[in-house]
């Protein structure tokens, strides 16, 4: 289920389709912890424990640098869901701000099998029709605030960041 306005499903599926059975995800010592076609059944065992969340709620994610990232992205986005990563590093008190301001439906923890899916109490964000993804800026001088994302920005931003200003990196070749 790959929605046609967004832009970094389907450059996961070009992705996909060149390098299936390629590593994708590497351990520390090397070992490949995921090819992409496993990053791809991953994504699609975890959409449905989604399926209760209606389109364009904000989903709170909180499993640090699990190899569970990817494919908990891909679920979400093919849900349209909101993804919003959240440290672990934040005091209680610091997330339930974070969630609260940010209006989530639920938290993901637990990088391991299984995901916990706690669904948050409380008023939730409107639709954000112009957001794919929050992120959360550092909070140094305030309480943290989300900014707003679409995909097209996020590939821009991983272009930019693995290539420079100019050149298309996101694709794997």
Same mark, same amino acid.
């Given at each position: 289920?790959?929605?046609?306005?967004?832009?970094?499903?389907?450059?996961?599926?070009?992705?996909?389709?060149?390098?299936?059975?390629?590593?994708?995800?590497?351990?520390?010592?090397?070992?490949?912890?995921?090819?992409?076609?496993?990053?791809?059944?991953?994504?699609?065992?975890?959409?449905?424990?989604?399926?209760?969340?209606?389109?364009?709620?904000?989903?709170?994610?909180?499993?640090?640098?699990?190899?569970?990232?990817?494919?908990?992205?891909?679920?979400?986005?093919?849900? #349209?869901?909101? +993804? @919003? &990563?959240?440290?672990?590093? =934040?005091?209680?008190?610091?997330?339930?701000? %974070? /969630?609260?301001?940010?209006?989530?439906?639920?938290?993901?923890?637990?990088?391991?099998?299984?995901?916990?899916?706690?669904?948050?109490?409380?008023? #939730?964000?409107? +639709? @954000? &029709?112009?957001?794919?993804? =929050?992120?959360?800026?550092?909070?140094?001088? %305030? /309480?943290?605030?989300?900014?707003?994302?679409?995909?097209?920005?996020?590939?821009?931003?991983?272009?930019?960041?693995?290539?420079?200003?100019?050149? #298309?990196?996101?694709? @794997?070749?």
């Amino acid at each position: 289920m790959i929605s046609p306005d967004n832009p970094l499903l389907a450059a996961w599926s070009e992705t996909l389709a060149r390098n299936a059975e390629r590593p994708a995800i590497f351990a520390e010592d090397g070992r490949v912890v995921r090819t992409f076609s496993q990053i791809e059944n991953e994504a699609m065992e975890l959409q449905g424990p989604f399926d209760p969340f209606p389109e364009r709620s904000v989903i709170a994610v909180q499993i640090g640098n699990s190899p569970r990232w990817p494919a908990l992205l891909l679920a979400l986005m093919r849900r #349209r869901l909101i +993804p @919003l &990563p959240v440290g672990a590093d =934040l005091a209680p008190a610091e997330l339930d701000g %974070a /969630l609260a301001t940010c209006g989530t439906s639920a938290l993901v923890t637990n990088a391991k099998q299984p995901i916990e899916i706690a669904p948050r109490p409380g008023p #939730r964000t409107g +639709p @954000l &029709p112009d957001a794919d993804f =929050l992120k959360l800026t550092s909070g140094t001088t %305030a /309480l943290p605030r989300a900014i707003r994302f679409r995909a097209d920005q996020l590939i821009a931003d991983a272009d930019s960041t693995v290539c420079g200003s100019g050149n #298309r990196g996101f694709n @794997l070749q």
